[in-house]
């Protein structure tokens, strides 16, 4: 599923940690792999999910 992210720019993006919602990160719009790279740098086996209401045209 990541492959239909790969060119999406979103704002807002959930952290994910087996299952259970750990942080929302907000800001410039950035794709799911940018994204997975922040997420990771905290925690690493977590992963993103984008916030369709914040996805960049």
Do not use: Q
């Amino acid at each position: 599923m990541s492959e239909i992210w790969s060119s999406v720019m979103y704002r807002c993006w959930l952290v994910t940690r087996h299952g259970k919602r750990l942080a929302y990160m907000v800001g410039e719009a950035i794709d799911r792999a940018e994204a997975l790279k922040f997420a990771r740098f905290h925690w690493r086996d977590a992963e993103v999910e984008p916030n369709e209401l914040s996805r960049v045209a």
